[in-house]
């Protein structure tokens, strides 16, 4: 009889060099002394299916997915959760014992709960909510809002087409603005996230006029290099509550982890700790 195979899991995608859920899962395998291992794995999109078909033969109990794979993920899985359906991508896969690949998203699980934990006053129902940008961060965050009890999303994209195109499909509570008003929509806005990668080294700035903030607005930034981006910084100086993008990345992980390796891991400073690194 052999031994207890060694649970394997990784993240996919391409490029893949830059991330940051090797450290952040190896951290956690080695605290809790778990056997195991998470690798970064870069696939090319032709060969996507064929690895996820193959990884479960090779011992693997899952993995996370990144750009560019996301969507695509989704199709491949035989079996998809609710929440990964309404978002309409995929970044966490269990590979079940049966061969089947099951795919969920806790992408918006990972926003609400570092929003959550860095701004516990944050009532979901004092007010409209201002989304900027309509990508597929953009896509999970709406989800998340919209569960939480958000009465109103102002959402702005620099194409407004594809801001219209989310309106269409997440309903009513959204209402699109254009990019050349969005900073006059932060006055109302009890919550202000940026989804877009403006703000992000080597990103260009994000330029939208923040004279429009109100102190007691919760201002959420989903970039995390820097962690302080001049969103934040700004939101910071008229005296908003300001959370970082680290802690996204952080809680979107804990439902694989628990899955793969039968640990719910701790989110504590240690983890921001190494992650920063």
């Not at 209402?175 to 008003?181: A, S, Y």
């Not at 429009?212 to 981006?229: E, H, M, N």
Request: hydrophobic share 45%; charged share 20%.
């Amino acid at each position: 009889m052999s031994a207890q195979r060694i649970p394997l899991a990784g993240v996919i995608g391409s490029p893949i060099g830059h991330s940051k859920s090797p450290k952040l899962h190896g951290h956690w395998l080695k605290k809790y002394g778990l056997p195991g291992f998470y690798i970064p794995m870069e696939v090319a999109p032709d060969n996507l299916e064929t690895v996820l078909r193959t990884l479960p033969k090779a011992g693997f109990v899952g993995a996370n997915i990144t750009v560019p794979h996301k969507e695509a993920a989704l199709e491949i899985a035989d079996l998809v959760t609710d929440r990964a359906t309404l978002i309409g991508a995929a970044n966490t896969l269990i590979f079940r014992e049966d061969g089947k690949i099951h795919a969920d998203n806790t992408d918006g699980y990972g926003f609400i709960e570092n929003l959550r934990q860095g701004a516990p006053e944050w009532n979901p129902k004092a007010g409209p909510a201002v989304v900027l940008g309509a990508g597929g961060a953009a896509r999970a965050i709406l989800a998340s809002l919209l569960n939480a009890g958000v009465p109103e999303i102002l959402l702005s994209n620099r194409t407004r087409l594809r801001a219209e195109a989310l309106q269409q499909e997440f309903g009513t509570r959204i209402r699109v603005v254009d990019w050349v008003q969005a900073g006059n929509a932060l006055e109302d806005a009890a919550l202000v996230v940026n989804t877009t990668s403006l703000g992000m080294t080597g990103k260009p700035e994000l330029r939208i006029p923040l004279d429009g903030l109100q102190k007691q607005a919760v201002v959420t930034d989903i970039v995390y290099s820097p962690l302080k981006t001049r969103l934040l910084q700004v939101a910071e100086e008229v005296g908003c509550h300001t959370v970082d993008g680290l802690g996204m990345l952080i809680y979107q992980a804990v439902p694989g982890f628990e899955r793969w390796f039968g640990q719910r891991p701790e989110v504590d400073e240690d983890v921001r700790k190494v992650i920063l690194e």
